[in-house]
């Protein structure tokens, strides 16, 4: 079977985030899931296969790490929808069957692609007692995003702070289901970005993932409050860095991005 490492949420290779791609008839058996993730070793693979038609969604989408199933990814959907238009192999809006409900992408003209997911709740929380020495950095605040996502996004002082973050994964462990979500306000917005993240999610066996569009259904949601607009742009501020445009829209968040395929072979196992 075809598989495919996709560049998500970046117009250019070796950017954004990678993801593994395979277009099945059917799900195996989660074991093999899982195996095919580890060897890809990327943040996400997707396995996605055809519903029969008439139906509430056209592909089942299944995500995994390298360790463990995930309920939501947003960079590996965006490179599934990729993958299905530049190849013909579907056309339009796709909707997809997934754990996190029918999520939907869809296509422009210009080559990107909107992904309308869930919006993250935001629940007020407290600073974990030696967050700080674990981050690296002390929060101003602190939220729980709820079960889709299941970070705690973290506000940080400002974007340099963001950056310069070197944590001990480890101990960052100890304070979500999945990870952290590091924010701050973009020092000079004329860059062309509103906000800026790093996401660390040592859980599911990612120290530090390159762009997360799940994260953003939290992060639209923070900012376009504290920002007053519906539509942003964020930037994971991340080595190989990628950005995400978000549009709130209620209980839903639309993310935009493109998507670049590397490399295409065949599965042997």
Known sequence: ???????????????????????????????WLQNVAME????????????PEGGGADWALRWFTPAAEVAMCG?????????????????????????????VAEPHEDGSITLDFPTAPLTPADIPEG??????AEPGAAFDTGPNVGDLLLELADEKTVRALRPDHKALGAHSARGII??????????????????FFPNVGIDEDPVTGSAHTALAPYWSERLGRPDLTGLQASPRSGRVRTELRGDRTLLTGRAVTVIEGELLA
Request: aromatic share 8%; charged share 20%.
């Open 1 to 31: 079977m075809r598989i495919r490492i996709v560049d998500a949420f970046t117009d250019r290779p070796f950017a954004g985030n990678p993801a593994g791609v395979l277009l099945l008839d059917a799900f195996p058996d989660d074991d």
């Open 131 to 136: 967050i700080a020495d674990a981050l690296g």
């Open 182 to 199: 590091a924010t701050a306000r973009a020092e000079d917005p004329s860059r062309g970005y509103d906000y800026v993240s790093r996401c």
């Open 75 to 103: 960079h590996a959907t965006l490179a599934t929808a990729h993958v299905l238009h530049s190849t013909g192999t579907h056309e339009g809006r796709v909707r997809f069957a997934t754990r996190s409900g029918v999520l």
């Open 40 to 51: 890809v070793n990327h943040a996400e693979t997707a396995f996605a296969h055809p519903l």
